[in-house]
């Protein structure tokens, strides 16, 4: 079984960037779709952004779209999210684990497009911290 560990978290100013690295031990992570998540304090954990195993789709939550890039390195076992213009909001831990995805039926004819969901999460890092704060 994959065993998955974040990266990269620190603390970082309103408007600030960081790059946060989920790395795979015990399997290849080319087999495998890979989500972040987030659990402000007090609140429960969310898919922030997934990435499909090997065609690069993506899912990212409303409240990151256009801040947040997702991506994948399979040759080194790494999937990335770099995080740009930092909000206090996006202040928690960041958990990396094995998803499933699948096309939104409904979302997609809406859209015109392929809406991915990104669901069934296994296999969580330990997570790592994350502070936006001035």
């Known amino acids: 079984q994959v065993q998955l560990k974040e990266s990269g978290g620190g603390l970082v100013q309103p408007g600030g960037s960081l790059r946060l690295s989920c790395s795979a031990s015990?399997?290849?992570?080319?087999?495998?779709?890979i989500g972040w998540f987030h659990q402000a304090p007090g609140k429960e954990r969310e898919a922030v952004s997934c990435?499909?195993?090997?065609?690069?789709?993506?899912y990212y939550a409303d409240s990151v779209k256009g801040r947040f890039t997702i991506s994948r390195y399979n040759p080194s076992n790494t999937v990335y999210l770099q995080m740009n213009s930092l909000k206090p909001e996006d202040t928690g831990v960041y958990y990396c684990?094995?998803?499933?995805?699948?096309?939104?039926?409904?979302?997609?004819?809406?859209?015109?497009?392929?809406?991915?969901?990104?669901?069934?999460?296994?296999?969580w890092g330990q997570g790592t911290q994350v502070a936006v704060s001035a």
């Open positions: 015990g399997s290849t992570l080319d087999s495998y779709a």
């Open positions: 684990a094995t998803v499933s995805m699948t096309p939104d039926p409904v979302a997609s004819w809406t859209a015109n497009d392929v809406i991915w969901t990104c669901s069934n999460p296994d296999s």
């Open positions: 990435i499909t195993s090997k065609d690069n789709d993506k």
